[in-house]
Nanobody
């Protein structure tokens, strides 16, 4: 059973930083290493959008709105994936969801709230 857990959300002022963490506490290393993972966010009144993704091979892709400010990374040894968010803007406010693609299936966490004040 896949259990996706996000953490690290909170309130930050514009220009500040946060780091989000995503993990599946029960996964074994060999499986986690093969996962493709991503962060999505849903802002008030908007549909859920892709923020950043990282493949099992380490390739990354970012939404244009966060490129140069956010960095996605994956620590296979610790079985964790991170989203480092710098120079944050009020429009980054939303619920951030971790997505794991594992063996052809997609799994979502419950989300973590990020609020950026101006």
């Amino acid at each position: 059973q896949v259990h996706v857990v996000e953490s690290g959300g909170g309130l930050v002022q514009a220009g500040g930083s946060l780091r989000l963490t995503c993990q599946d506490p029960r996964v074994i290393l060999s499986v986690f290493s093969s996962d493709n993972m991503a962060w999505y966010r849903q802002s008030p009144g908007k549909i859920r959008e892709l923020v950043a993704l990282i493949t099992s091979g380490g390739g990354t892709n970012y939404a244009a709105s966060v490129k140069g400010r956010f960095t996605i990374s994956k620590d296979n040894a610790r079985k964790r994936m991170y989203l480092q968010m710098n120079n944050m803007k009020p429009e980054d406010t939303g619920i951030y969801y971790c997505n794991i693609e594992r063996r052809g299936s997609s799994y979502w966490g419950q989300g973590t709230q990020v609020t950026v004040s101006s």
